[in-house]
């Protein structure tokens, strides 16, 4: 049951809603030197094959890992959550994309990054990787790993090797150019069934990788709803509107009930997997709701579910959402790996980057049949200083001289010295 409930969380849940890792590399270490290099070059260069996953001792999805997981997927949801707003998520993806881009984080970077999943790195690792291999065939996840293809950019074998060993990451070379983005988005409409088919829509100057989880969900209902148990209904959404659906009705043996709020577990074939509603009761706001759930008091419900019998209705419905998940993994305490100037990521390479953009996109159809879903998150770095190099640097930070001059007269239009800076 404890199995069913992470998977339940992390693939059902988290949709509806919204080994040990290599040690850090030391400047000194003549292991900075082992890198992968390709030549310069536009077109997207696939180096999978280049990185041989080392065995990875298969270990059990253990409690003290479930109960982080659960708790980084409510404080995830709660602070992505927008009032009124549908808000879909696949915490999964989420902790399975950030996870890889922390196999090359140290200093303070990594311990926020570890504090916010309640997990060191290497035991996320280990947890992801049971989950993995344990999945049923309703959840496929992929990973890949991009990287621009400039000579002055060099990425540690170890950080491709972790995150080849414990993800079965795919690791690709391009130009970060217009190809490189369609790349990118062909690999995601692959790997989430064509249900989303477009994850980015540019690559900046400075973008640096582009990190990928992508997943899918396929699951039938244990009982499937009969045409006779759908029947047109009413919805009021969060502003009052009254919504004409059609809701699907039957009698379900597994209740919930918290003191806020009431729901149900409806099982998919197999018993596997399991699908869980909870409607807030009337007098609480769904923001009140959502702050007082914990990963703990989640799992204690869905565990605790009283077995009786429950007239139930659910709207079919099919929703796809985008969302960026900066603000909410930095209200969560990951702050410095979006700061030019904090973000340390030196076990990825000599070079400095930090996190540009943290993107995730979900699809979730519920109809009488079952529940189709995907999800994709999409890490991006950008380069944390220039790539290119100087003769010479000039930085105005202190009092300074300044002309303006007409070329074609070589009249002085403007002269002064700049002693103090003013709005």
Same mark, same amino acid.
Request: include cysteine; aromatic fraction near 4%.
């Given at each position: 049951m404890k199995r069913i409930i992470v998977f339940l969380l992390l693939a059902a849940l988290g949709l509806q809603l919204c080994g040990c890792s290599q040690p850090q590399v030391s400047p000194e270490s003549p292991e900075t030197e082992r890198v992968l290099k390709t030549a310069d070059g536009a077109k997207t260069v696939n180096l999978t094959a280049s990185v041989t996953a080392a065995p990875v001792a298969a270990g059990a999805v253990n409690d003290t890992a479930s109960q982080a997981a659960a708790d980084f997927a409510v404080r995830l949801l709660q602070n992505a959550y927008l009032g009124g707003e549908n808000c879909i998520l696949s915490p999964y993806s989420v902790l399975t994309a950030m996870a890889m881009v922390a196999n090359g984080a140290g200093g303070e970077t990594l311990s926020q990054l570890e504090a916010a999943f309640g997990l060191s790195v290497g035991e996320l690792n280990a947890f992801l990787y049971a989950c993995e291999e344990n999945a049923g065939d309703e959840l496929v996840s992929a990973n890949s790993i991009w990287m621009r293809d400039v000579e002055q950019f060099a990425v540690r074998e170890e950080f491709l090797q972790t995150n080849t060993d414990y993800f079965g990451a795919e690791i690709y070379k391009a130009a970060f150019d217009t190809q490189t983005v369609a790349d990118i988005n062909d690999w995601v409409s692959d790997h989430t069934a064509g249900r989303i088919k477009q994850i980015l829509e540019r690559l900046d100057g400075d973008s640096s990788m582009v990190l990928l989880n992508a997943l899918t969900f396929d699951a039938k209902w244990a009982v499937p709803y009969?045409?006779?148990? /759908?029947?047109? +209904?009413?919805? !009021? *959404?969060? %502003? +009052?509107t009254e919504q004409t659906v059609e809701m699907m009705h039957r009698t379900e043996q597994f209740y919930l009930e918290d003191g806020l709020a009431t729901g149900f577990v409806k099982d998919y074939a197999g018993g596997r997997y399991c699908y869980a509603a909870l409607l807030p009761n009337e007098s609480v706001p769904m923001e009140e709701y959502l702050a007082s759930l914990t990963g703990e008091s989640l799992l204690r419900i869905i565990?605790?579910? &009283? #077995?009786?019998?429950?007239?139930? *209705?659910? =709207?079919?419905?099919? @929703? #796809?959402?985008?969302? &960026? @998940?900066?603000?909410? @993994?930095?209200a969560m305490g990951i702050t410095d790996a979006f700061s030019r100037a904090k973000a340390d990521f030196s076990r990825i390479s000599d070079t400095p980057q930090y996190i540009d953009e943290v993107l995730h996109k979900t699809y979730?159809?519920?109809d009488e049949d079952g529940t189709e879903a995907a999800a994709v998150?999409?890490?991006? !770095?950008?380069? +944390? *200083? =220039?790539?290119?190099?100087? %003769?010479? !640097?000039?930085? @105005?930070d202190r009092p300074y001289v300044m002309v303006? /001059?007409?070329?074609d007269t070589e009249a002085v239009i403007f002269l002064g010295v700049v002693n103090s800076i003013t709005e």
């Open positions: 009969k045409t006779t148990n /759908v029947h047109e +209904g009413t919805f !009021t *959404a969060a %502003d +009052g565990k605790n579910a &009283e #077995e009786c019998r429950i007239s139930t *209705a659910m =709207p079919k419905h099919k @929703l #796809e959402t985008s969302v &960026e @998940l900066n603000q909410a @993994l930095a979730m159809k519920v998150t999409a890490v991006t !770095t950008r380069f +944390g *200083a =220039p790539m290119q190099s100087y %003769d010479h !640097t000039v930085i @105005l303006i /001059v007409d070329r």
